[in-house]
């Protein structure tokens, strides 16, 4: 679990490094560069550099880009959003979290979005405990991202984690609850709700990497590490 525990520690140090990084004029490409610097200076790898061929060290998906936008030239600007999504391993153990970040001055109803997902990560985690069924998880945040009137991404879960990146189960953000494997003390979840200002539909742009909401509306994404603990739940990637 120490392990486990150091992973999380370093990818949520890391997203503080990388959101203090993130205002107006600023690439992608530099983001991912602040993030990359970080992780090696701290004896860590980037989980994601390389995995099933993808070029970056993070992801960063701006406004309409759910996930896995690649970082490069693209500049942020005003009234934008970022998704910051952060993988490390460290002594052989992956670490996973994802923030969503305004950049500049951001408008009320994207705000709204922003606080509503991150709200709904909370509302998820609440319900990884012993004895609870996988689809407690899914089903509490597909309520409360509907009750707001957000699109609840189907097609990208959250997912175990441990000695590799994607481990058993999956775990969707939206589903019925009672449904699904029983939740026991020792397992680690990465959950990580994808909430979109308009429909849940998604498509993936030429670069087979970028998945962006098919009506161009913003999405915003958080994820968090959380180790289920017979007293509860243990947020590995707490900033």
Not at 83 to 108: H, M
Not at 183 to 200: D, V
Not at 210 to 236: C, M, R, W
Request: charged share 25%.
């Amino acid at each position: 679990m120490n392990y486990l525990r150091d992973a999380g520690k370093l990818v949520a140090q890391t997203l503080n490094e990388v959101e203090k990084a993130v205002k107006p004029e600023v690439s992608t490409k530099k983001l991912d560069q602040v993030a990359v610097n970080y992780i090696k200076q701290r004896g860590g790898i980037p989980a994601f550099k390389g995995y099933n061929g993808f070029p970056g060290n993070i992801c960063t998906s701006i406004n309409e880009e759910v996930v896995h936008g690649i970082p490069g030239v693209k500049k942020l600007k005003s009234g934008d959003n970022i998704s910051i999504d952060i993988g490390v391993i460290i002594n052989g153990y992956y670490g996973d979290a994802a923030i969503t970040v305004p950049v500049g001055d951001v408008d009320e109803e994207m705000r709204r979005l922003l606080k509503v997902t991150e709200e709904s990560l909370y509302i998820g985690i609440e319900q990884a405990v012993p004895g609870n069924r996988l689809g407690d998880i899914s089903n509490s945040i597909q309520v409360y991202a509907e009750k707001h009137g957000y699109g609840v991404v189907r097609d990208y879960v959250g997912h175990g984690i441990g000695r590799s990146m994607h481990e058993a189960p999956q775990i969707p953000n939206f589903g019925r609850p009672g449904r699904g494997p029983r939740l026991k003390s020792g397992m680690t979840l990465a959950i990580e709700p994808m909430l979109n200002m308009g429909t849940y539909q998604v498509k993936t742009l030429g670069d087979n990497w970028t998945v962006v909401t098919t009506d161009n509306k913003p999405s915003a994404h958080f994820e968090h590490t959380v180790a289920i603990t017979e007293n509860g739940q243990e947020i590995l990637t707490k900033r």
